[in-house]
């Protein structure tokens, strides 16, 4: 709905502020998550109508939204587990080795996987009381358990039998304990590769976008430059983003207001917002000369697979010992379609995990509610489960399926069942950060409605707006650059003699110069999309909310 207030030019400051706006109100985090049960945010909805008391300031402790580093811990990660836990770190430090090529390998059978396997199978389950002390110590534990659950699991030996892949107790019972209280899902996820995964250059100071930024990667699975610059430059994409949220917030403020002043004020946030989203750009550009694509697809990938790697009909992990631990820690491992089941189908790690282009995307109101093609796609998968190449109900956490949502830009509710790759991506984020996008997703006063009604009075306000839209589509143009060449053209290849051996393959094959003919369509993302057509589809997105949308962007060869 359009906010119906005209511009008036006395200063902003002249009112005071309604009970209900949200720099009056207590954070609501605390309060029932009714909202996160009710699914996924819409982008377009906005279905509070004004009436749903919108609450925080965008930069709250309660949503884990740091100013100086967004969703970045604000406070120093910790580096090592100690005490009872320090056996976790050293079964980590075993799997990875003193250097790269020192660790396992995926799908490893030597001796080495077989002697750190029978160690990991004698260790005992820990209880989890004294990771309590403070919350960067459970964010260990969830990193060095989730990464010693992919070791474990894809050191498995390969078998034909359609049974779910073991997690021993040893790890699995802890990590469903550290994971409930997190609000995370049980498995390797962004905020274990980079939020919680980095130091800044000076360790003993906070860590800031311009004077301590993300500097040293502290967990991998491969010991490879490639690897820790892959997660370090996300984390400084991350770091980029906290000034974008503090315009997002500043602008609002303005919205709220809408006067004269407002409208200028607001001009100029989304001007610098555009220059803040080049930036996040250009950062995640970097990737390009710092990761090395042939290692970044066959060395490091493989590790990041989920129980839900080999599509619907995946036969997921078994975590051994939920039985025996609470309701509200085994509710952590289900998902709507595997309930009662042994295997469980989470996705493995995925920038798309992070809360930051989300959060823009929402405050931008860039609609990704699906299309009526991929509803009856989605409901064909869900009759058809073996034939389907697209994953569609891996929602975890939460035991219910999204709601059907309000129309969003003339397509109809959702079927049951149904979650879009952003609603999916929402359950693999932090419990407060995921609290933080269905906030701003409900916000009473959304941008777009206001800059289409002043389009034609405020037209450097539309240019404002169009320019930001441009600025996250010319991100996702250049995002689909690094996917082409860090996945479509290595999947193509064979890889090099040098890789092969860091792989455990020492033999060359005979058609290693040949090129693979691969059908891009065919090939999926690890949080299980289907790349391509997921990927366009988000540009256009983008440059479909611009008031005055220009010429599609970069195609995919
Ligand atoms: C080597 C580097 C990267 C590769 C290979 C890569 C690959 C992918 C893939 C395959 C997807 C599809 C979703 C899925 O996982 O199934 C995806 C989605 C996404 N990635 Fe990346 N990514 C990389 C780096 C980044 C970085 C640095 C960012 C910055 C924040 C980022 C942000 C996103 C976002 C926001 C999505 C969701 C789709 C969208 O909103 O357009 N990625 N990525």
Redesign the pocket.
């Known amino acids: 709905m359009l906010p119906q207030r005209s511009p008036s030019p006395g200063p902003s400051t002249s009112h005071p502020l309604p009970s209900n706006h949200f720099l009056s109100l207590q954070p609501s985090f605390a309060q029932p998550t009714e909202s996160i049960l009710s699914g996924a945010p819409s982008t377009s909805s906005h279905g509070s109508n004004g009436q749903a008391p919108n609450t925080a300031s965008l930069a709250s402790a309660d949503f884990d939204v740091d100013v100086r580093t967004g969703f970045l811990p604000g406070s120093k990660n910790v580096e090592r587990l100690q005490g009872r836990y320090e056996v976790w770190e050293e079964a980590l430090d075993a799997a990875r080795g003193n250097q790269p090529g020192e660790g396992l390998i995926v799908h490893g059978q030597r001796e080495k996987e077989l002697l750190w396997r029978a160690a990991i199978n004698t260790m005992p389950v820990l209880d989890t009381a004294d990771l309590l002390v403070s919350l960067p110590h459970l964010r260990r534990a969830h990193v060095v358990l989730t990464f010693l659950a992919h070791f474990y699991v894809h050191t498995t030996a390969p078998s034909s039998s359609k049974e779910p892949i073991p997690i021993p107790a040893c790890v699995s019972v802890p990590l469903l304990v550290v994971s409930s209280l997190l609000g995370l899902p049980p498995i390797l996820t962004y905020a274990d590769t980079v939020l919680y995964n980095f130091l800044p250059v000076h360790p003993s100071i906070a860590p800031s976008a311009n004077l301590n930024p993300p500097g040293v990667i502290m967990t991998t699975f491969t010991g490879t430059r490639s690897e820790e610059q ?1 997660y370090l ?2 984390a400084l ?2 770091i980029a ?1 906290a000034e974008a949220l503090r315009l997002m917030r500043q602008s609002l403020d303005e919205l709220f207001l809408a006067d004269e002043k407002a409208l200028r004020r607001l001009t100029i946030y989304l001007k610098k917002l555009a220059n803040q989203i080049d930036k ?1 750009s250009d ?2 550009m970097t ?1 390009m000369k710092e ?1 090395d ?1 042939e290692e ?2 066959h060395l490091i ?1 493989p590790w990041f697979k989920g129980g839900d790697a080999d599509g619907p009909a995946s036969a997921g992990w078994d975590y051994l010992g939920l039985d025996g631990i609470s309701e509200e820690g085994s509710s952590i491992a289900e998902s709507s379609s595997t309930i009662g089941k042994k295997g469980k189908l989470f ?8 809360s ?3 959060a823009i ?1 929402i405050f931008l109101t860039v609609d ?1 509610s699906p299309t009526e093609e991929e509803r009856l796609e989605a409901l064909n998968a869900i009759e058809h489960p073996a034939e389907s190449r697209i994953l569609v109900d891996s929602t975890p956490i939460s035991t219910h399926s999204p709601q059907p949502q309000a129309p969003a830009h003339g397509h109809g509710p959702a079927p049951k069942g149904e979650a879009t ?2 609603q999916r ?1 929402l359950q693999y984020m932090p419990l407060p950060h995921r609290s933080f996008i269905l906030h701003l997703s409900t916000h009473p006063t959304p941008l777009r409605p206001l800059v289409v009604h002043y389009a034609n009075s405020h037209p450097a306000l539309a240019a404002a707006y169009d320019g930001a839209l441009e600025a996250l589509r010319r ?2 143009e250049k ?2 650059r ?2 082409s ?3 479509v053209q290595q999947a193509r290849r064979q890889p090099s003699e040098r890789v092969r051996k860091m792989i455990g393959l020492d033999v060359s094959p005979e058609n290693a110069e040949v090129e693979q003919e691969i059908d891009i369509n065919e ?7 289907a ?1 391509f057509k ?2 366009k589809r ?2 256009d997105n ?1 440059t479909k909310a611009m008031v005055k949308p220009n010429a599609a962007g970069y195609e995919l060869e």
Request: net charge positive.
């Open positions: 892959f430059i996300s994409c991350e983003g996040i950062v995640t990737l990761v694509p970044f697809y990938r996705s493995g790690p995925s920038a798309g995990q992070s930051l282009i989300h995307d990704h790759f952003v991506m991100f996702r995002h689909m690094v996917v060449l860090f996945i090939i999926r993302g690890t949080g299980g999309s790349l997921f990927l988000c540009r983008t």
